[in-house]
């Protein structure tokens, strides 16, 4: 079986400080997906990453980068310069085995509330 | 591009009333479906999910159902709702097959239901 832990339940920082979200995996697939996703106050999930087990490398998009360490099941995910519009609850999820299976579904962590004060 | 589209938005509805919730995707072809519940302050909890036109997986036992009479339509139903109903109700699609498999799910704007 496989899980996904978010043990941040909620993050409160002030504007322009860094804010680190972490998510730790467990599967016994050899190859999975993981993804980060952002539920803003509206609901809508919006999907910003995905990274595959083959592929370590830490990957930067803006102020959002991500930390992908296999040896310690971990995908961490980091907002630098905190803005107020970066309020929302994150969610971590995987996809394991990455090859396709009967509806493709994904395990979801129980997410970070993140809050971000003027 | 892709879009995915729910309604209604927001919903009030008594106990042991009937319900109907529908959600419709543009732009892709024989997409997965899924249903999601989120209760107040919770996670994501998936409640069914569909790989084809009548072809429903229920992952959570419970008095809803979810029907897709047509490849981009998904349906959420129940016959009596209960309090324990209430929540936040997300539809996702995702890629099935084609070269731009990646499994990633997207969602639309989800209905908030209220069970009074």
């Known amino acids: 079986a496989q899980k996904v832990t978010q043990a941040q339940t909620e993050i409160s920082v002030v504007e322009k400080e860094d804010v680190t979200l972490d998510c730790v995996y467990e599967t016994r697939d050899t190859t999975y997906y993981l993804f980060w996703y952002k539920q803003p106050p509206s609901g809508e999930l919006v999907f910003l990453i995905r990274r595959n087990s083959f592929d370590e490398q830490n990957e930067i998009s803006g102020r959002y980068s991500w930390n992908f360490q296999k040896s310690t099941s971990s995908f961490n995910f980091t907002i630098t310069a905190s803005q107020v519009v970066d309020s929302a609850v994150y969610f971590c999820a995987l996809k394991a085995p990455m090859i396709k299976a009967a509806g493709n579904k994904l395990t979801f962590g129980g997410g970070t509330r993140v809050l971000v004060k003027p | 591009s892709q879009t995915i589209h729910q309604w209604p938005a927001t919903l009030v509805q008594p106990v042991g009333s009937p319900l109907s919730l529908e959600c419709t995707v543009e732009?892709?072809?024989?997409?997965?479906l899924y249903w999601y519940r989120q209760a107040a302050g919770r996670g994501l909890q998936l409640l069914f999910y569909s790989v084809g036109i009548g072809q429903i997986s229920s992952e959570v036992p419970q008095n809803l159902s979810a029907s897709r009479p047509q490849d981009r339509q998904f349906i959420l139903s129940s016959k009596k709702l209960l309090l324990s109903d209430s929540g936040f109700y997300l539809c996702a699609w995702s890629v099935r097959s084609g070269q731009a498999y990646s499994y990633e799910q997207y969602f639309g704007p989800g209905t908030r239901l209220t069970v009074t």
């Open positions: 732009g892709t072809s024989n997409p997965n």
